[in-house]
Every structure is written in C-alpha cells, then in structure tokens.
C-alpha cells in the first residue's frame, strides 16, 4: 500500500521534472537556463532510483545515483560551464512550431498512458509490485547482501560483456583525450 | 527489505525541512539595507572587470571523464569483493584483466598528459 | 526468549523515528560543538586562550554564534543567479546531514518490546548509499560557485568539484579491500565481520585505512587539501559572496562531513561500536541475535543489555571524537597543498596504489582460502603483514620526489630539473581558469 504510494510519488517528479529538463531554460526570472535543466535532470534520475529500491533492485539504485546523478551529470555541468551556456541561453524551438511540437508530444504521451491504464487489460501492470516473488528476493537478499547476488552472474554467465565494458571505458579515455588534448597546429 | 529505507524518508525530510527554515527565518529576522557597493561581487576592493562566465580550462573536463571511467571501474569492483570469495580464482582472473585494461587507460593518459595541471 | 526477538509493530515505528530525530539533533549539537574545539584546540596548538568570554570555557559561544549569525545582514551580489544563489547553501547542506543514518553506532538495546537495533536505517545498500550521497555534495558547491557570479567564488566552486571527483575514486577503491573481508556493503556486516576476525581491519588492511583516511580529508576540503577556500589564493573560494546564515550553512555542512568521515573510519577500520573482547559481541543471524559461532559452527546466542548498549555507545563516541580531533591537528601541522599537487596526488599515486593494493588483498585472501586457513585470528595475522609491507612500499618507496613536483627542486645530479613548460601561442585566445 505504502509502495503503491511512493511509487505513483516517485513516478510523478520522474515525469514532472523529465518535462523540467525540456523547459528548464525558459523558468521566468533568472532561474532558467541549462543548469536548471541539468537539475530537473538530477531529480528524474534520484525519482527513478527510488523506483528500483521500490522493485527490491538495491545495487542498481545505488549506482544510478553514484553513476548517473553524480558522475555523468557533473561531466554534463561541466561542459555546460566549459561552454558558458549558462548566461545568455536561446531557446531552440520558438513561436508556433514550440506551441505544435509541445501539443503532439504532449497529446501522444496523454494517449498512451490513457490507453495503457483505462484501456482493455489497462492496468495490469501496476500489480507488478504486488506480484513480485518478494518473498523469494527477500530471501536471497537475506542470504548474500544486496550487491552478492550481482557478483554471482555478473562475473560468470556475462563475464564476456564484462570484460567488453574494460574495453568500451578505455576507448571513452581514449577519445576523450583525443578531443581535448588536440594540438592546434 | 525496501521497508529498511522509511527511515531515511523521514530524516531526508527533516534535514530538508531545516534547510528552508534556517533558509526563510534568517530572511525574515535579518536587516537588509543594500548600497551598491555591498551589492558589487567581491573582488578585494577592486572594482570587478570583466565577466565572470567566461569559457574555462578543459582539464575540467579530462578530470570528469577520468572520474566516469574510474568510478565506473570501482563500481565493478564492489561486486567483485563482496562475491570474492565464493567467486575464487576464475573471479580474480576476470577481474585483473579488466584491472588491466582499465590500467593501460590510465598509463596512456598519463603519458598523453591528460592528468597533468600545469 | 522475548527479549531477543526484533522489535516490530507500533514500539518499532516509535522507536524508528526517536532515532531519526535523536541523530538529527546529535549531529546538529556534535556540529556546533566541533566549531567550538576547533578554536579550543587551535588555541591550544597555538598557544592562545581561545574563546572563554560567553559561557564557563566559552561553552555557550557556538550559540552566541548562531544568534550572531542569523541576525546578520544577508549579502547578494547584484549581479548573482538569484534562485540558484539561495539553493545552494541548502544543496550543500541536506545531503551532508543525511549520510550519517547508514552508519550504527552501539550495540543492539533491549527493550521490553523487543531489540532496537542501534542504527538509523539499516539499509542493504550501506556503504555505497554513502557514495552515492557524497557524490551529490558536489552540487551544492559548484552551483553556489557559479551562482555567485564572482570569479573567485566560481574557481573555488570548480576546483572544490574537480578536487572532490578526484578523491571519490581513491575512496571508493579503498573501501574495497574493506568489502572483501566483510563479505557484504552493509556497515553492520562490516562490524560484525571484525568482531568475527578478532581484528579491526586498520591492522589487516592498513595501507587501505591510509588511502581512505586522505581521501577523506580531500573529499571534506579539509587542510592540507582546502584549495577550494585557499584564502591566499581565492578570498574563501565558493562561499566568498554568503553571509549571515547561508554562510552558516555550508560551515554546517563541512562540520558534518568530517563527522560522517570519522565516523566511518571509526566504523571501517576501528571496530565501529565494538569494544575490545568479545563480551559485547552481537549480530543478527538468521533471525538470532546471536554473538558468534562455536567449533561446531553452531550459533552463539548474544546476551544484549543496557548497559553494554551505553558502554559500545562511548567507545564509538570517543572513536568518533579522536578523528575528529586528528582533522584539527592534521589542519595546524601540514602546510596547504598547491592544487596541482593535490590533482597528481590523486590520480598518480592514490588511484594507481589503491588499484594494486586491492589486487594484492585479493590474491592474498584467495591464497589463504587455498591453504584452508579459517576466518579468523591467524587470517587476520597473514594479513596484517602482507598490508604492512605494502604500507611501508607506500610511505617511503613510492613517491620520494618523482611524481608530485615539490615546491622547491632539490638539484640532482642525475635527473633534470622539472619545471612546468607552458608555450603561449600568440594567436590563441586566452584559456582561464587554472
């Protein structure tokens, strides 16, 4: 019950602020800009952290937090800084076509959540919390820890997609040292 | 096991419950009487010249990158080290080689210069 | 029987949000009395009085302090990012209030209604809910930097952010070797697991306690790693424009930092709550509290009491309070670091020495699995010496003037002279920043 809450909670700023980040630039004041977006940012990434402790997915919240809202966001207010957006910032889409685009976006999402909730069979999915084997998970977790029942598959049955993510981190340095450290001849 | 974080709900709430209130009872109890010179970004008595925002150093930038490949690298490690001894040695070889490959990311850096601040 | 079940129902809930509220406030009293040592101890150091005017010893000050602080008059720059300038502070300060619920800090109580366990939320994440925190942290500075619109505000905040990245990475592969022996990433299991061993793991894995113990200093912005304040350099870096209690905020927020991080240190590496002897011993098993295994590998049923609760309750608070004061000795024995220093000290040698040092743990804890050697004394001893060797490689073997440049050069014969080279091109536009 308390779940249910919390997950409609979490599910609603993951929205809220996910339409924050499209319309962070044009906050009225001096509130608005990139970085506000970057933060409504932030917020839809902690709300859907929220959503795996929810699911019983402990070790995945954690990381979407240390690796997403802490690492790659800071990468992004970086190269916001780096490209001083942060001052005078120009809306990209202006004046009627802003207005359509926001109307179809906005009017699809509206249709599809209507349909998967009110349509046949809508709403099946919710009981997914209440489905879930917990007692099962609880167990588990119980016997080896939230992060031991990671390591077991992690390092056996995709030790090869394991070994491949080394590789595609060093390409990432690679490249990024090719970016910035180019000598302008 | 989800019920184990009701706790932190309450205390994230307090601790943010007291962050506006020290926030909005200071802005109610303390005197305000702004000049222009009190409003001046303070720059030690020089008269501020130039913007602030401009376009900054990219080492910034290789340090974040850095952060994201190593972070990552420490989040494959916990795993690893909870499971370590139930995993054994086939665990420990797969996890060297990428300690290894990781590794040569970082020499490469090193010897590209991307860590140097200077 | 009774008294050994979990605590569950109403008591629970009752029991649950005293200790919420209960920790809140301690660390809130622990923050303005550290304010208060600091300058005790300063003036110790220094051979000054110190604060002694409001109060016997100057007790009440860090009160006189509050009050001074929010009857002062609030600054903003004209120029600054209003919005973001007055969420800064409060960016700064909710996330360095909230990491300390993960740790415990005494053994379970019994009550009438059942076993309070003596930790705010003992959640399966533990550790890394610490992280994940302390990697939040790094808003609040960079956006109050930024929002200030004053450049040495805006310096202090990138170089507090690019300096706190750096050092996450050293914290977070020093604490895998913790993860290791503990076998799990909950602080409680990390207690425990040292109790089990006889050891705190600051003897099995010293060389570990030494990298988390810099690393944690750089990751509190404390001396000899406070470049983003550096008064010389940056006026006081990314708080330079606050005043009045938004300043307030982010010394809030710096205290409790350094009380989470010796706390943790308490807890990783020196036993948690946990005094020596095996009398207070306690761990829920099974749905047992139960205080170790016997030869049989039977469960040992653990008899908590009041008092052991109260005693293991100091014995973490005298822990606690000795970092604490380490942070302000640290802070009038070392000279500041230059920020260059500060970044190749990370990445060239805590990065690199971690990443060997949880190799090196590794193979040796599997060696030892080999042989057949059992969790405990003897594990702990082989160990011991394995870290204390590599402690000794790291203290006065590994840098000895090579990778991180010295303010000064001694002339060497044999090796050229290292002076940072930076060729200006005439056409480029100027890059700032440092």
Redesign the interface.
């Known amino acids: 019950m308390v779940?249910t809450v919390l997950f409609w909670i979490f599910g609603a700023v993951a929205l809220g602020s996910a339409f924050g980040v499209v319309m962070g630039g044009t906050l009225p004041?001096?509130?608005g800009?990139p970085?506000a977006s970057l933060?409504f940012m932030?917020s839809t990434l902690a709300s859907v952290a929220g959503i795996y402790?929810?699911l019983?997915a402990?070790?995945l919240?954690?990381?979407q937090?240390?690796?997403y809202?802490?690492?790659?966001m800071?990468?992004f207010?970086?190269?916001i800084?780096?490209?001083?957006l942060?001052?005078e910032y120009q809306r990209d889409m202006k004046g009627w076509m802003a207005s359509l685009m926001l109307f179809l976006v906005s009017g699809a999402l509206g249709g599809i959540l209507a349909y998967r909730f009110a349509g046949p069979g809508g709403g099946a999915e919710l009981d997914f919390l209440a489905e879930a084997n917990t007692a099962a998970?609880?167990a588990a977790?119980?016997e080896?820890?939230?992060?031991?029942v990671?390591?077991?598959p992690?390092?056996?049955t995709y030790?090869v997609p394991?070994?491949l993510?080394?590789?595609l981190?060093?390409v990432?340095?690679?490249g990024?040292?090719a970016l910035?450290?180019r000598r302008?001849a | 096991m989800s019920g184990s974080y009701a706790p932190l709900l309450i205390l994230f709430g307090v601790s943010i419950l007291n962050a506006v209130g020290i926030a909005v009872a200071t802005h109610i109890v303390n005197p305000r009487r702004p000049t222009p010179q009190k409003d001046m970004p303070y720059e030690s008595g020089m008269i501020p010249l130039g913007d602030t925002r401009e376009r900054f150093s990219v080492k910034f930038y290789m340090v974040a990158i850095s952060f994201i490949v190593f972070d990552l690298e420490t989040i494959f490690l916990v795993p690893w080290a909870v499971g370590m001894r139930g995993l054994g040695w086939g665990g420990f070889v797969a996890m060297s080689l990428f300690v290894v490959v990781l590794t040569l990311g970082l020499v490469y850096e090193w010897k590209k210069g991307g860590l140097e601040w200077d | 029987m009774d008294m050994l079940q979990p605590i569950s129902g109403v008591p629970a809930l009752v029991a649950m949000v005293g200790k919420v509220l209960a920790v809140f406030t301690a660390t809130m009293l622990v923050v303005a009395y550290t304010t208060l040592a600091e300058r005790k101890i300063s003036a110790w150091i220094q051979d000054r009085s110190g604060p002694n005017r409001v109060g016997p010893w100057g007790l009440l000050q860090p009160i006189a302090d509050g009050i001074k602080n929010f009857l002062k008059e609030e600054t903003m720059p004209a120029t600054a990012n209003r919005f973001w300038f007055v969420a800064g502070p409060m960016l700064s300060i909710t996330p360095a209030l909230v990491t300390i619920a993960v740790v415990p800090f005494a053994a379970p109580l019994p009550t009438p209604w059942g076993v309070v366990d003596m930790i705010v939320a003992d959640i399966p994440i533990g550790i890394l809910y610490i992280l994940a925190l302390s990697s939040l942290g790094v808003y609040g500075l960079v956006l109050s930097g930024w929002s200030s619109n004053n450049k040495y505000a805006f310096l202090g905040g990138l170089r507090a952010s690019a300096q706190m990245v750096s050092y996450e990475v050293a914290l977070g592969l020093s604490l895998v070797s913790v993860l290791m022996l503990a076998g799990n990433v909950t602080l409680t299991q990390v207690v425990w697991q040292q109790q089990e061993m006889g050891f705190w793991f600051a003897f099995p894995l010293s060389l570990g306690f030494i990298l988390f113990l810099i690393s944690a200093f750089a990751e509190t912005n404390r001396l000899p790693f406070d470049m983003p304040e550096a008064e010389s350099e940056l006026v006081t870096g990314y708080h330079t424009e606050y005043s009045s209690m938004k300043f307030s905020m982010f010394f809030i927020a710096e205290y409790s930092h350094m009380l989470t991080a010796s706390a943790l240190m308490a807890t990783l590496f020196f036993g948690g709550w946990d005094l020596p002897g095996a009398w207070d011993n306690a761990f829920w098993h099974e749905g047992m509290l139960i205080a170790g295994f016997d030869a049989a590998g039977a469960p040992i049923l653990a008899q908590p009491a009041w008092w052991k609760t109260l005693l293991t309750l100091a014995g973490f608070g005298l822990k606690t309070v000795f970092f604490l004061f380490l942070y302000i000795w640290v802070r009038w024995t070392l000279p500041r670091f230059r920020y260059d220093q500060v970044m190749s000290l990370g990445w060239k040698v805590m990065l690199p020495t971690a990443l060997a040092y949880v190799m090196v743990v590794s193979a040796t804890v599997l060696v030892l699995d080999l042989l057949e050697v059992s969790y405990g004394f003897t594990f702990g001893l082989v160990l011991t010496l394995v870290s204390g060797l590599c402690t000794v490689a790291f203290l006065f073997f590994l840098d000895s003037d090579r990778i991180i440049s010295g303010a000064s050069v001694p002339y060497r014969q044999d090796r050229p002279v290292r002076m940072p080279v930076t060729q200006v091109d005439a056409g480029a536009p100027g890059l700032s920043g440092d």
Do not use: C, R
Request: without cysteine.
């Open positions: 779940e004041g001096k509130g800009s970085v933060l932030v402790v929810l019983e402990h070790f919240a954690a990381i937090v240390m690796v809202a802490g690492a790659i800071v990468l207010l970086f190269v800084m780096l490209l001083n942060g001052h998970m609880d977790l119980a080896q820890g939230a992060v031991g990671i390591a077991e992690l390092y056996t030790v394991f070994e993510t080394g590789i981190l060093l990432a340095i690679v990024a040292l910035a450290k302008v």
